[in-house]
T-cell receptor, first 114, second 114 residues
Framework: ETGVTQSPTHLIKTRGQQVTLRCSSQSGHNTVSWYQQALGQGPQFIFQYYREEENGRGNFPPRFSGLQFPNYSSELNVNALELDDSALYLC?????????????FGQGTRLTVV | GENVEQHPSTLSVQEGDSAVIKCTYSDSASNYFPWYKQELGKRPQLIIDIRSNVGEKKDQRIAVTLNKTAKHFSLHITETQPEDSAVYFCAASKYTGANSKLTFGKGITLSVRP
């Protein structure tokens, strides 16, 4: 098991509401990436945080936002939830050392929007 | 942007046989290629990875080969066991000094028949 933990594990929200998902990165890791995994699909990159700043963003609207804290943990916030936002949200932590390094995933948060 | 495709989408093999899963990528600048295994309801788990300066890498029953000219890489599993049954995702990444986002394929469901 990796040291990446996410909370909550499951969440049900109503369309139009806002949600915050949390991720604690593995010890020694300084980079957190967030991915959305729809049913039957591969994970899609949302954004990455390094040294508390957004460090790359995928094709997601601005209502998807995030934070990284000094201890490298991170939050994903989604405003104005839509039905299509229902998915498994995964965070992955890695160590940015000037080249690609292994990314380890948390168990995910299953978000259902009704 | 990068596009990663996996073929086939499902694969069924007899226990003890070998399985080969292929992926193609579009961006010749991609330089890191991990493979993840995801069991039902669990997190994606890194099983092996390869960098663009290497043509092949092995780890016990698992190997990955990379053909940069053809822009494809393959996962090879020998002596398959029922516990190898899972969804396998390939991914590609291009470290730009800014971020190392992973672009995933859609996944392949491997079934190992006892």
């Amino acid at each position: 098991e990796t040291g990446v933990t996410q909370s909550p594990t499951h969440l049900i929200k109503t369309r139009g509401q806002q949600v915050t998902l949390r991720c604690s990165s593995q010890s020694g890791h300084n980079t957190v990436s967030w991915y959305q995994q729809a049913l039957g699909q591969g994970p899609q990159f949302i954004f990455q945080y390094y040294r508390e700043e957004e460090n790359g963003r995928g094709n997601f609207p601005p209502r998807f936002s995030g934070l990284q804290f000094p201890n490298y943990s991170s939050e994903l916030n989604v405003n104005a939830l839509e039905l299509d936002d229902s998915a498994l949200y995964l965070c992955a932590s890695s160590f940015n050392r000037g080249l690609n390094t292994e990314a380890f995933f948390g168990q995910g948060t299953r978000l259902t929007v009704v | 942007g990068e596009n990663v495709e996996q073929h086939p989408s499902t694969l069924s093999v007899q226990e003890g046989d070998s399985a080969v899963i292929k992926c193609t990528y579009s961006d010749s600048a991609s330089n890191y290629f991990p493979w993840y295994k995801q069991e039902l309801g669990k997190r994606p788990q890194l099983i092996i990875d390869i960098r663009s300066n290497v043509g092949e890498k092995k780890d016990q029953r698992i190997a990955v080969t990379l053909n940069k000219t053809a822009k494809h890489f393959s996962l090879h599993i020998t002596e398959t066991q029922p516990e190898d049954s899972a969804v396998y995702f390939c991914a590609a990444s291009k470290y730009t000094g800014a971020n190392s986002k992973l672009t995933f394929g859609k996944g392949i469901t491997l079934s190992v028949r006892p």
